[in-house]
């Protein structure tokens, strides 16, 4: 889940070990129909998926507000191939409109409060082309993942660009939908220690429905899980792909 705190370009370098594909990933590669798209990637970071999206053809622009994350994007292979704009959701200001937007790795929990909910999916839903679709997770908070986010659960050891790092996860506090945790950096050549503290907010499902409704995306399939199945009261996560009611472009 990219965030302001990886512009050091340390962390930035280790994101992509952290936060390898997964299930998500195919999930979100197996959105675009066969015709080619209009891809926005909102909160892309390293850019990993952007890329991937590019090397199957479609235009894409990666958009991230760290600019640390974004020099790891331009860099990997692929990344000529995408425009990488450095911005936050509700800043956004361009002139194309997306056949999909996409906003990944539980970015969308780090817009805390109910006016940057808005602002950013208003935003979004502006840069949408008509019968486009935007599509985001946020983690179920009735799972309470966040419990397993502990020093003797998630201890691990990650070695990219040569850097190598002992990182854990800790709790901070719980406060209603509000989670702050840190992020433990111990780096292997120089014994210092960085500590990124973040918080997320863990919405309801019917809360997440009512912002999308408030921006014009009513049209709304939930699903529960990155194999498709529907949303449900256990699942661990709250998939949106919103539409609005205009009809799709034909070209």
Same mark, same amino acid.
């Given at each position: 889940?990219?965030?302001?705190?990886?512009?050091?370009?340390?962390?930035?370098?280790?994101?992509?070990?952290?936060?390898?594909?997964?299930?998500? @990933?195919? #999930?979100?590669?197996?959105?675009?129909?066969?015709?080619?798209?209009?891809?926005?990637?909102?909160?892309?970071? @390293?850019?990993?998926?952007?890329?991937?999206?590019?090397?199957?053809?479609?235009?894409?622009?990666?958009?991230?507000?760290?600019?640390?994350?974004?020099?790891?994007?331009?860099?990997?292979?692929?990344?000529?191939?995408?425009?990488?704009?450095?911005?936050?959701?509700?800043?956004?200001?361009?002139? @194309?409109?997306?056949?999909?937007?996409?906003? @990944?790795?539980?970015? #969308?929990?780090?817009?805390?409060?109910? /006016?940057?909910?808005?602002?950013?999916?208003?935003?979004?839903?502006?840069?949408?082309?008509?019968?486009?679709?935007?599509?985001?997770?946020? /983690?179920?908070?009735?799972?309470?993942?966040?419990?397993?986010?502990?020093?003797?659960?998630?201890?691990?050891?990650?070695?990219?660009?040569?850097?190598?790092?002992?990182?854990?996860?800790?709790?901070?506090?719980?406060?209603?939908?509000?989670?702050?945790?840190?992020?433990?950096?111990? #780096?292997?050549?120089?014994?210092?220690?960085?500590?990124?503290?973040?918080?997320?907010? #863990?919405?309801?499902?019917?809360?997440?429905?009512?912002?999308?409704?408030?921006?014009?995306?009513?049209?709304?399939?939930?699903?529960?899980?990155?194999?498709?199945?529907?949303?449900?009261?256990?699942?661990?996560?709250?998939?949106?792909?919103?539409?609005?009611? /205009?009809?799709?472009? /034909?070209?």
């Amino acid at each position: 889940m990219p965030s302001v705190s990886y512009a050091d370009p340390r962390l930035a370098a280790l994101y992509d070990a952290l936060n390898p594909p997964d299930a998500s @990933t195919a #999930f979100y590669l197996g959105l675009p129909g066969p015709p080619l798209a209009r891809i926005l990637d909102m909160g892309c970071g @390293t850019g990993q998926l952007a890329c991937e999206f590019a090397a199957k053809g479609h235009d894409v622009t990666g958009a991230d507000p760290a600019a640390a994350m974004l020099d790891v994007a331009r860099a990997r292979p692929g990344g000529d191939r995408v425009r990488w704009i450095q911005a936050d959701a509700a800043g956004l200001a361009l002139d @194309t409109r997306f056949d999909l937007i996409i906003m @990944t790795g539980h970015v #969308f929990q780090l817009l805390l409060g109910d /006016r940057d909910v808005r602002a950013a999916l208003q935003s979004l839903a502006r840069h949408l082309a008509p019968g486009g679709q935007l599509v985001f997770e946020t /983690r179920n908070p009735a799972v309470r993942e966040w419990q397993d986010w502990n020093p003797r659960d998630t201890r691990q050891r990650v070695e990219a660009h040569g850097l190598v790092a002992e990182v854990h996860y800790d709790i901070s506090a719980v406060a209603g939908e509000l989670v702050t945790y840190e992020i433990w950096f111990r #780096f292997a050549d120089t014994g210092d220690t960085v500590v990124v503290p973040d918080t997320l907010r #863990f919405m309801e499902q019917a809360e997440v429905a009512a912002f999308l409704a408030e921006a014009g995306l009513a049209r709304v399939t939930w699903h529960g899980d990155w194999d498709g199945s529907p949303y449900g009261p256990a699942s661990p996560e709250i998939i949106a792909v919103a539409s609005g009611d /205009r009809p799709a472009r /034909r070209d």
